[in-house]
């Protein structure tokens, strides 16, 4: 059976001997493409077009399918080849946020040529190259990480890893690494030899996986690790077939929940760190991970807010691609959006998500227990036989399920920060500066995050953003020896706080669900 495959630039024809899925055959032939439920079936985001000798759809496939217009397309994890086949993937342009504040630094890299940084982030990954004597970055690349056909979240590629997955999981990250790196290299002229540092941060999970480590103790409580790594590792051990001259350090992570992704953010945004004010650092993402300054002492949390505000869940969410609506907002009590690249509107991204319910709750079409007032008018529309609000004229609307997912994953983040503060008994008014890190934070309308309560309204007026802080934190470690002797030690100071077994926590999360 042939079956042609073409992503944008990219044509492949292979050919099969046993009837597979199309997520099968995309995820051998190395395409890029996510899966946010892992082929659960439940997500309804994995299309694709597809037309040849294929399997009926089932039940669930048809459902999904009637609120398709365009034909030939198909759930690439529903769908078997049966025989010839040809399969084009959606182009999405995703935009991945690269940029990162940096603090000061003196250049003094245990490398002598060049060097990289990445960043595995568990949806995204940023690659950047550095010529290490001038301290230069050349060259960046980004790109969805391709673990997501084995779910979106850490705790579905935990389990896919358990499964039976673990050498595909590194196989496909460590793969599209080398080949971001090889292809960086061609382009800007460095010889591949010559590449001699190489600088990965992540969370636990992501730089376990890479390494295809035992994941089991990220399982299950009481969630204790025994490799905090912050040390070299060899190529082969990264599943990397090149690179074999560049010495590779992996920064060291906190605990099961708090990655090095968190070190390297801290390092990054040092200087905004003042020991004699509380200063508290967030990066909201699919886990919300958090870190308090405060009288010399540094407390760390993660929150599991699952992946609403990345669009999964959510009827009509989406990543943060092109035509995703991004912003959302009232222009004489009219509802206005826009989208990113100004493209026709194809979903909601995480932070037009915050804006439609900050924006739902100020007309009134929510109240603050999140239930949808069906009288109250214009934008009362259905999907699906069920009330929703529509997003003006987009197309668009938000659920009642999709506000109650909203509803718990802001509450996560909320009772987080609560409860950090409450170690050392403060309220969000004593702290004195909130840092935002990670691609969603730095886009979202800290207003707005406030009016939803995913973030206390005292610390809307003090929040800084630094963007892809993790990438800035593993480059300053590339270009200085000391920033990687001083993230070691910021590391080993973490006080980590268990939210999982707190009482407080537990009740400022049932309060925090209110809007
Ligand atoms: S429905 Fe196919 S990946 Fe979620």
Redesign the pocket.
């Known amino acids: 059976m042939i079956v042609t495959i073409s992503d944008n630039n990219k044509n492949k024809t292979i050919e099969i001997k046993e009837k597979k899925l199309i ?1 099968t055959i995309l995820s051998e032939s190395g395409f890029s493409f ?13 299309k694709v077009f597809a037309k040849g000798n294929l399997s009926e759809p089932s039940l669930k496939e048809q459902s ?1 399918l009637q609120h398709e217009s365009k034909s030939d397309i198909r ?4 769908t078997y080849v049966l025989g010839d086949t040809e399969i084009k993937l959606i182009n999405k342009e995703t935009e991945i946020l690269t940029d990162g504040y940096f603090s000061q630094y003196d250049l003094n890299p245990s490398g002598i040529n060049y060097g990289f940084a990445v960043d595995i982030g568990t949806t995204t990954v940023a690659v950047y190259g550095y010529d290490l004597k001038e301290g230069i970055l050349m060259c960046k690349d980004s790109f969805l990480n391709p673990q997501s ?1 084995y779910g979106t979240d850490v705790i579905s590629r935990i389990q896919s890893s358990i499964d039976g997955n673990s050498k595909e999981l590194q196989n496909v990250i460590s793969d599209k690494i080398q080949k971001s790196i090889l292809r960086l290299c061609d382009e800007y002229q460095i010889n591949i030899n010559l590449v001699d540092n190489i600088v990965i941060t992540g969370n636990t999970t992501m730089l376990y996986l890479l390494l295809n480590k035992n994941v089991r103790p990220l399982a299950s409580a009481p969630f204790l690790i025994d490799d905090f790594l912050g040390r070299d590792v060899t190529a082969s051990q990264c599943g990397f077939t090149h690179l074999n001259n560049a010495n590779i350090y992996l920064p060291r992570t906190m605990s099961s929940f708090i990655g090095s992704d968190i070190t390297c953010s801290v390092l990054a945004a040092r200087d905004l760190i003042d020991d004699s004010k509380s200063t508290l650092l967030v990066d909201i993402g699919t886990n919300g991970e958090m870190t308090l300054f405060h009288n010399n002492q540094m407390l760390c949390c993660s929150t599991a807010a699952g992946p609403a505000f990345e669009g999964v869940g959510i009827t009509m969410g989406v990543m943060a691609e092109s035509g995703a609506i991004n912003k959302v907002y009232l222009e004489n009590n009219n509802i206005m959006y826009t989208t990113i690249k100004d493209k026709k509107p194809i979903g909601i991204c995480g932070s037009g998500l915050v804006d439609s319910l900050a924006v739902f709750l100020s007309l009134g079409y929510i109240d603050e227990s999140g239930y949808i007032n069906i009288d109250k008018g214009e934008y009362i529309t259905e999907y699906n036989g069920k009330h929703a609000i529509s997003i003006s004229d987009s197309g668009n609307s938000i659920t009642q399920a999709d506000v109650r997912a909203a509803q718990l994953a802001k509450a996560a983040i909320c009772a987080g920060i609560y409860s950090l503060l409450n170690e050392v008994s403060l309220k969000p008014s004593d702290v004195d500066r909130l840092i935002i890190a990670g691609g969603f934070g730095s886009y979202i309308d800290v207003k707005n995050a406030a009016i939803i309560r995913m973030i206390p309204e005292e610390l809307a007026t003090k929040s800084i953003v630094v963007g892809n802080a993790a990438g800035a934190g593993a480059s300053m470690i590339l270009l200085s020896e000391k920033c990687r002797i001083e993230n070691e030690e910021t590391a080993k100071k973490a006080e980590i706080v268990d939210l999982s077994t707190s009482p407080y926590f537990m009740e400022k999360f049932v309060d925090c669900i209110m809007f």
């Open positions: 997520s996510s899966m946010p439920c892992g082929g659960k079936h439940i997500c309804g985001k994995c999904l759930f690439a994890c529903m056909i």
